[in-house]
């Protein structure tokens, strides 16, 4: 049974519910905790979530754009068919979680969003529009960008070992000043990649 949008306050502590058509949006929402749950068709654009948890839980359909989660807990999430223009991740607390699991993206307008200096190995990302985004200085060993457009996105300094960038598009990586050991790309953006770098490609 959907929850309706009176019982998402302060402290409200959640465990395998329900979510859906909840419009929260240019709010605050201190404390509260979320696990094993669902949301779908909501909108929390641009409220605050402060010193909240999010554990394993599930976004469908949602407006999350220039969503705020300051001091806030995300592990093993996934996020489906979902706008979240503008969310700065670097703003959730990392540090408490252990063994913090990935996100997991899947059909996401995700462009102008901040991942600078962030351990999201594994992570996926599959059939995303993630431009305009930053991805320096973080660690992303494993991941699954597949699909994926990453046009005017910034990788410096980046560990992308491993990680699955077939049939992206627009993956502008410095070759030199990231870490691509044994990274997966479509051929067409492999020969682009070696072209940005002044490499002259002949038959």
């Known amino acids: 049974m959907s929850k309706k949008k009176e019982l998402i306050v302060d402290g409200i502590d959640c465990f395998a519910e329900d979510f859906e058509k909840i419009v929260i949006s240019s709010e605050i929402i201190k404390n509260a905790e979320f696990e094993e749950c669902t949301f779908i068709s909501c909108n929390f654009s641009e409220t605050l979530f402060r ?68 351990t999201q190995d594994r992570m996926e990302m599959k059939s995303c529009s993630v431009r305009e985004s930053d ?29 699955n960038f077939k049939e992206a598009v627009n993956t502008n990586i410095n070759l030199t000043t990231n870490y691509v050991k044994g990274a997966v790309f479509s051929q067409h953006e492999a020969l682009y990649l070696l072209e940005n770098m002044g490499i002259v490609l002949v038959d």
Do not use: V
């Open 135 to 163: 991805f320096g200085s973080g660690s992303f060993k494993n991941a699954n960008f597949s699909s994926s457009d990453f046009k005017g996105t910034l990788f410096s300094d980046t560990h992308l070992e491993y990680a």
């Open 51 to 118: 010193s909240c948890r999010f554990i394993d839980c599930r976004f469908e359909n949602c407006n999350l754009s220039l969503l705020k989660l300051t001091d806030t807990m995300i592990s093993g999430c996934e996020f489906i068919d979902s706008k979240m223009i503008g969310i700065d991740w670097t703003m959730c607390d990392w540090r408490s979680l252990l063994s913090s699991e990935p996100m997991r993206f899947k059909e996401c307008i995700l462009n102008d969003s901040n991942f600078y200096g962030l």
